[in-house]
């Protein structure tokens, strides 16, 4: 595992995608470059470009090869001036999500328990003590990328996905801990879920948590936990979101 | 021109090019699966080739049309039908008011096609795109696919729209692809996470179709594809349209239109624009190969495609004004009509009529 910011990889992604790369790791200077990559690229003018998506460690740049090639997007990509910073990202907004772990809600807590080798209470507690930092949201709508879980109880995808997930569960894939915002297929440890509705399509803000934000896991009973989810359904559920300096 | 829907059929759905614009929300790009089809249908009625149209499924949708209008069924042979007489895809149709369409169903070439309409489908764009998204209930016909009893509007169509009738066009603008032609995998992203004998396995293997495969994926199964020391997990990153992807458990999973944004397994590649449209016609069951392709093939099949495009405009225009059909017009009544233009909030009435 690697950053390698000053000599970024541009992959192959066919014929109408180029992927600049800067990291193969989760990385906050690596995802600093993306959003400067990112900056820099929907500001020229020089190409058309479709869209451009970052991700924790690169930046997918998607255009018409029928106008552009992709030989023309990596030369462009080489001008940006990237300026890494370091880690000094102030805390900005934390957002709480209640979370009901274990049982039907995180049937794959006793994997992660079983992982680090430690109580699945113990997996609760470490999971719910330190916000995280919301890297990217991707994946599908609303779904926010959180980096900084403790380490101690990262676990390995499922070596097989599921194919339908309920909306609101919270997961661990490797390093990396998720809310899925929506029922989907994938693969990772689910460990509880949350009442709240991380994506609403007709609401002026459709996402609850945006990039940027600190995200804190707060444990709450399975009664705790349906009181919640009747008051979101009734609309009168306000999140819990704090300025932080 | 309105279409109620008598039965529903295997699964109908709105869908466009796709909402593009939205990835870096998490929002899917989705759009048609056969998008080649899409463009040229749409082209043969006259529309924009980003209309949206309904996209049928293997057992299509039965259909009664209110007011009148022009149709085509650009994809697979599904047996489009109207009043009960074939009419076949490729061929524009005009429709009365109370005329039904029905589809016969497959004839073993394919399972999937748009039905556009002249004048496209016309549902609020959610997003810049009237795609449906149906896992995140967005866009479409209220986020969902259709349903018995549903009522979908169809937007004005082309002045022209009622010289359109008969048009067809030749086999080679089709685009229709060789079911047995192995798929052109643009090796790249992650490919150097797999073994040098899981790739040469990759390449020379039959796998077969699962029926887990939907809008979002097509999953194969056959031999297992081994990965390197470096694993099968990566960092979360972009998946573009027809990226071949091999989780932990060595099978490979076909990424199609309604795929996720990003995601978190390793990638070997990406299917050319026609090896896609290829597979998305393919059944479970169905046997796909692969074959290692540059990136130059799919940037040229883009091309080709784009002119197959330009070719259909250029036999439209000549179709709609063939002269005797001109002459026809001409007899009949004097062609004419109306447009209202709106610039910068002003409205402007415009009527056009033929003189010669």
Redesign the interface.
């Known amino acids: 595992m690697s950053v390698y910011i000053e000599e970024p990889r541009y ?7 180029v ?1 600049a ?1 800067f ?4 990385d906050r200077g690596a995802n600093d470059a993306v959003m400067e990559l990112k900056r820099y690229m929907t500001g020229q003018s020089e190409i058309p470009i ?9 930046l ?1 740049v ?1 255009f ?3 106008v552009v ?2 030989d023309d997007v990596v030369r462009v990509a080489r001008k940006a001036p990237i300026s890494v910073k370091s880690d000094a990202a102030a805390a900005m907004t934390e957002i709480s999500i209640p979370v009901c772990y274990g049982g039907e809600y995180g049937p794959d807590i006793a994997n992660v328990a079983e992982h680090a080798g430690i109580s699945e209470e113990e997996v609760i507690k470490r999971h719910s003590s330190r916000a995280c930092h919301c890297y ?8 926010a ?1 959180l980096g900084g879980m403790d380490e101690s109880i990262a676990t ?2 499922l ?3 599921r ?1 339908v997930i309920k909306g609101g569960s919270v997961g661990i ?2 390093k ?1 801990t998720g809310i899925y ?5 994938g ?1 990772w440890q689910l460990i509880g879920r949350t009442p709240l509705r991380l ?1 609403t ?1 007709e609401a002026s803000r ?2 609850l948590i945006e990039a940027g934000y600190e995200v804190r896991f707060v444990p709450v009973s399975e009664e705790e936990y349906k009181k919640i989810e009747a008051e979101v359904a009734a609309g009168t559920y306000k999140p819990l979101i704090t300025e932080a300096k | 021109m309105e279409l109620i829907v008598k039965k529903a059929g295997m699964l109908t759905s709105v869908q466009d090019l796709g909402r ?2 939205y ?6 790009v989705a759009g048609a699966m056969d998008l080649p089809a899409l463009r040229l249908g749409n082209t043969m009625v006259g529309n924009p080739e980003n209309a949206a149209a309904l996209e049928v499924t293997l057992m299509g949708p039965e259909i009664e049309i209110k007011g009148g209008g022009a149709a085509v069924f650009a994809g697979a042979e599904l047996g489009f039908s109207v009043n009960g007489k074939e009419v076949g895809s490729w061929n524009v149709v005009l429709l009365n008011d109370g005329d039904v369409i029905t589809f016969k169903g497959p004839r073993g070439k394919g399972c999937r096609g748009n039905l556009c309409f002249a004048g496209g489908i016309d549902v609020v764009p ?1 997003m810049g795109s009237r795609s449906t998204y149906t ?4 866009g479409g016909f209220e ?1 969902r696919a259709l349903k018995n009893g549903d009522v979908v509007k169809v937007g004005e169509p082309s002045p022209l729209w009622k010289r359109t009738g008969g048009f067809n066009i030749p086999e080679e603008l089709r685009l229709t692809q060789d079911p047995e032609a192995p798929l052109a995998l ?4 992650q490919e150097d996470a797999f073994t040098e004998e899981g790739k040469k396995l990759l390449f020379e293997s039959e796998y077969t179709i699962t029926a ?1 495969s939907d809008r ?1 994926g097509c999953r194969l199964e056959g031999p297992k594809i081994g990965h390197t020391e470096k ?8 998946i ?4 071949v992807q091999i ?3 060595g099978m490979p999973i076909i990424m199609l239109a309604d795929r ?6 390793t990638k070997i ?5 026609l090896s896609i449209e290829a597979l998305v016609q393919k059944m479970p069951g169905n046997k796909v190969r692969f074959r290692k392709a540059v ?5 040229d ?3 080709r495609i ?1 002119d197959a495009v330009r070719r259909v405009k250029e036999l439209y225009a000549s179709y709609v004004s063939r002269p005797e059909v001109k002459a026809a017009a001409a007899a009949a009544a004097p062609l004419s009509t109306h447009f209202r233009l709106t610039v910068e909030g002003k409205s402007y009435d415009i009527t056009c009529e033929e003189i010669s």
């Not at chain 1, 915002?181 to 297929?185: E, R, V």
């Not at chain 2, 896992?135 to 967005?138: N, S, V, Y």
């Not at chain 2, 643009?186 to 992203?189: A, F, P, Q, V, Y």
């Open positions: 992959l192959t992604a066919g014929e109408s995608c992927v790369e990291a193969d790791e989760i479709i869209e451009c998506l970052p991700t924790y460690r690169s997918a998607y018409d090869p029928t090639s992709a990217m949201i991707g994946f599908m709508p609303g779904f990328y390995p995808r070596t097989n996905p194919t894939a490797g990396q915002p929506i029922d989907s297929p693969g994506f399509p459709p996402t | 593009w614009g990835q870096s929300s998490g929002v899917p959610v896992r995140a209930k967005i986020g643009m090796t790249g992203l887990e979002m694993g099968a997990d990566i960092v979360s990153d972009a573009p349209l027809g990226a989780p932990g458990h996720q944004t990003t995601g978190g397994y590649g990406v299917l050319s624009p990136v130059q093939e799919g940037a099949e883009q091309k784009k």
